[in-house]
């Protein structure tokens, strides 16, 4: 599912990834960035907050605001230009920066299926408007 999001992304669009620890954020993050003909390693930026790949169709922002403390924090790191420029955001626990968030977000959620399996997820994708 990753990576025809990745194929099928459109600049400026913003999503947000939400999940527990160890429920595949990352490896669903590495399916878009595949989607978007990035071929260099993935990672989560954990303690780096952003990772920005520019080897895609589109340049590609993946965040993990999971050590944010206050939300000025993303503007030391330039936010505003990926939030609204013409790569793709992906955004990890982005529920402790909503009030940053644009007016028009795509929310991605995944959660372990354990009645399929301990190996299957369920993700859910739907639009947002954040006022």
């Not at 503007?75 to 920066?97: P, S, V």
């Amino acid at each position: 599912m990753g990576q025809r999001l990745g194929r099928e992304c459109k600049p400026g669009q913003v999503y947000t990834l939400i999940g527990d620890l160890g429920v595949g954020k990352t490896v669903f993050t590495q399916g878009v960035a595949d989607g978007l003909g990035i071929t260099e390693p993935v990672n989560s930026p954990t303690f780096t907050i952003v990772q920005v790949y520019e080897e895609g169709r589109l340049p590609f922002y993946h965040f993990d605001v999971y050590r944010i403390g206050d939300p000025e924090e993303m503007e030391e790191i330039g936010y505003e230009d990926m939030f609204y420029g013409e790569g793709i955001c992906l955004i990890e626990w982005a529920h402790l920066i909503e009030e940053l968030l644009p007016e028009h977000y795509i929310s991605i959620s995944i959660e372990k299926d354990l009645e399929k399996g301990f190996d299957y997820r369920k993700i859910v994708i739907e639009e947002k408007e954040n006022r």
